[in-house]
């Protein structure tokens, strides 16, 4: 299995482009690889069909390979309705259905005409899958962010709306499951759903089997901020991050601080499960006073208005410097990346009155 990371950056770009640029960059990247994240992509298919992919006058068959029924489409298009945002996008689409050894039966052959309709549905359901709401994605794919603990993903909905079809990249802290390896990942897999050209990462201290076309998970602590810098310097920036793990205070922060850097302006650090920022045991305090990760985050908004304060041109924080947003839910904090650089109110609005 080789290493789709490269490849699938490439790609994702390239799905909206035109169709030379495309066709170009799929020869660059070998058809080969290609094909095989779009059948990463596709998955398993209950039906008895065939899928003949064909690029630069050459075709593969994949799928049941020795099925009667055939769907054939160019190795772009299936990219293309994959990752692109065409709302019909597969021009090259031909379908070859079985022969019909009985048509003496109307009833028995329109039965199978609608089994042959489900099965090319199937395959390109798969190819372009149906934009389903976060709220319906967690509980499908076994998250915890709706309906079980939490409530989050209406407040997520809000947020990441402007970003679902983009090329986000994402790490989240914590993918769930405890020291068990081959649990959680529930989110992981929901945000792959949900960011169809998005490339989703999960960090975990316990090594997770969690697998999917577009996750990668990294075994590290949460805590260590020298490991948390190398990895946003090797696998960022970062759109969207969001920290779903420990939830002990200090190690919220201590995260915020290393991975903050390795946000893209326009992007997001999400932190969830504030609700230990009053809970003494996990290093939090009744007032959520400093040192705790909500005393951390009020301590952003202040960071947020300081032209009024100081000359905006001065030695801010990095933090004061580059955050333009935050926004707080019940238990949850959206912080946003941009340049603070507005400038304060007169100096003679100050003593006016």
């Not at 201590?254 to 969830?272: C, D, K, N, Q, W």
């Amino acid at each position: 299995m080789f290493d789709r990371r490269p490849v699938l950056t490439t790609l994702l770009q390239a799905a909206t482009a035109g169709r030379d640029l495309l066709d170009d960059t799929i020869r660059k990247l070998t058809p080969a690889a290609v094909t095989e994240i779009v059948l990463a992509e596709i998955g398993k298919v209950e039906h008895d069909v065939r899928l003949d992919l064909h690029f630069d006058g050459e075709t593969t068959s994949h799928l049941q390979t020795a099925a009667e029924l055939v769907i054939t489409l160019s190795l772009a298009d299936a990219v293309r309705g994959l990752y692109g945002t065409d709302e019909r996008p597969w021009p090259s689409l031909a379908v070859r259905t079985p022969a019909d050894e009985d048509t003496t039966d109307p009833r028995a052959w329109f039965g199978r005409r609608h089994g042959i309709g489900q099965a090319v549905d199937a395959v390109l359901s798969a190819l372009k899958p149906a934009e389903a709401d976060l709220g319906s994605l967690s509980v499908a794919l076994g998250s915890d962010k709706w309906g079980d603990l939490h409530w989050y993903t209406q407040h997520y909905e809000r947020h990441f709306a402007r970003l679902r079809t983009e090329p986000v990249r994402l790490l989240e802290i914590g993918i769930g499951g405890y020291d068990d390896p081959d649990r959680g990942g529930g989110s992981l897999r929901m945000w792959q759903r949900y960011f169809r050209r998005g490339l989703v990462h999960g960090l975990d201290i316990t090594p997770k089997t969690v697998t999917g076309p577009r996750i990668t998970t990294i075994q590290g602590d949460q805590s260590d901020a020298e490991f948390l810098d190398r990895l946003g310097r090797e696998l960022g920036p970062f759109d969207v991050i969001i920290d779903d793990g420990s939830h002990l205070n200090d190690h919220v922060q201590i995260s915020f601080h290393a991975l903050f850097p390795h946000v893209r302006p326009g992007g997001l650090y999400v932190v969830e499960d504030l609700q230990t920022a009053y809970w003494p045991r996990w290093g939090g305090h009744p007032s959520a006073a400093d040192g705790t990760s909500m005393g951390m985050l009020k301590s952003f908004v202040d960071g947020l208005n300081q032209a009024e304060v100081r000359d905006p041109r001065g030695e801010g924080s990095y933090v004061e410097r580059n955050i333009s947003g935050i926004s707080f839910h019940h238990n949850i904090a959206f912080v946003e990346k941009g340049l603070n650089a507005e400038e304060g109110g007169p100096e003679f609005l100050r003593t006016l009155f």
